[in-house]
């Protein structure tokens, strides 16, 4: 379908791979079903044709563009119909792999990286024992995407880096989080999960959104990059783990996403529960993750 064309035509404002915060592949625009921060989270796969939002997840095609364009349902296919199939994207969007990089200009922490983690109340030296990060300073690049004044942070699988995020420090870029391109991946990112897999106790794993989340919470958790998880993590979890418990944060579309998680690790037979608290595990204190952690371990005792 050629959905920019018709996005085109009824004036809606989207975004494509041009733009720094779209993976290549995907038309993104406002999401119509989920709630908090809007942007464009609603992701068209052009080379697959199907919707995708990175906060809320799959949605089907007809229902999606009938709350996209305001039209009933009825309506709907006969505009799929017109705006056909386009094979010329399709094909130019087939992705070609290429050998795993880190992006150019990575070295050690900088000043500048060591003050962020020390606002968000980490030890820098700790994390960089314990994750491995780096920084990147003014030059840093990796096909086509920018990676100045970022910390990289490498993705272990079996002991092995086979892909890596990113986080800004500055405070000022549209995105905060910018993974490692899919063509330069060796295991994606978001069919793994982040963390130190020797650490975890396989009896009680503790799942968060992000690098830092884990940072805060500690070797025995690990994170889902992002709310929008995927059947591969699902898979990976319930192979791991006997329970679980979710810590996501507390927006609201977090928590759905949480409940979701929650009930699809069941019907996979893991004893999985939800933790609430207040903002976000990143943003805890150590003290209060100690406590946090107590009130798991006696929960799950029970
Ligand atoms: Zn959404």
Redesign the pocket.
């Known amino acids: 379908m050629d959905i920019i064309r018709l996005y085109n035509d009824f004036n809606l404002e989207y975004s494509t791979e041009g733009h720094r915060h779209n993976r290549p592949g995907w038309v993104n625009c406002t ?4 709630t908090g921060n809007p942007g464009f ?2 992701g068209w796969n052009i080379r697959d044709e199907y919707y995708c ?5 799959w ?1 089907s095609t007809v229902k999606t563009l009938s709350e996209l364009l305001n039209l009933d349902w009825v309506y709907i296919s006969d505009l799929i119909k017109k705006y056909g199939i386009n094979r010329s994207i399709i094909n130019q969007k087939i992705i070609e792999k290429k050998e795993f990089e880190f992006p150019t200009g990575m070295d050690n922490l900088q000043p500048l990286h060591k003050k962020y983690l020390k606002l968000r109340g980490f030890d820098p030296d700790e994390i960089i024992e314990k994750w491995k990060i780096q920084g990147i300073g003014i030059f840093g690049k990796l096909g086509s995407l920018n990676y100045k004044f970022r910390i990289v942070i490498p993705f272990f699988w079996n002991s092995e880096i086979v892909s890596f995020d990113s986080r800004d420090v500055t405070g000022k870029a549209i995105n905060k989080y910018q993974a490692c391109p899919a063509e330069y991946e060796i295991v994606s990112h978001k069919k793994i999960l982040y963390g130190n897999q020797e650490k975890w106790n396989t009896d009680l794993g503790i799942c968060v959104e992000g690098p830092t989340d884990v940072w805060r919470i500690g070797e025995e958790s690990f994170a889902t990059s992002g709310i929008q998880y995927t059947p591969e993590q699902i898979r990976v979890m319930a192979n791991t783990f006997k329970r679980i418990a979710v810590i996501y944060d507390d927006d609201p ?1 977090a928590q759905v996403q949480a409940k979701k998680l929650i009930a699809e690790l069941k019907f996979r037979n893991v004893d999985a529960f939800n933790v609430e608290i207040k903002g976000d595990p990143g943003g805890m204190t150590n003290k209060e993750v100690k406590e946090l952690l107590q009130k798991i371990k006696e929960k799950w005792k029970k």
Do not use: D, K, V, Y
């Open positions: 999401c119509p079903f989920c989270h609603l939002c990175w906060r809320c997840g949605h579309q």
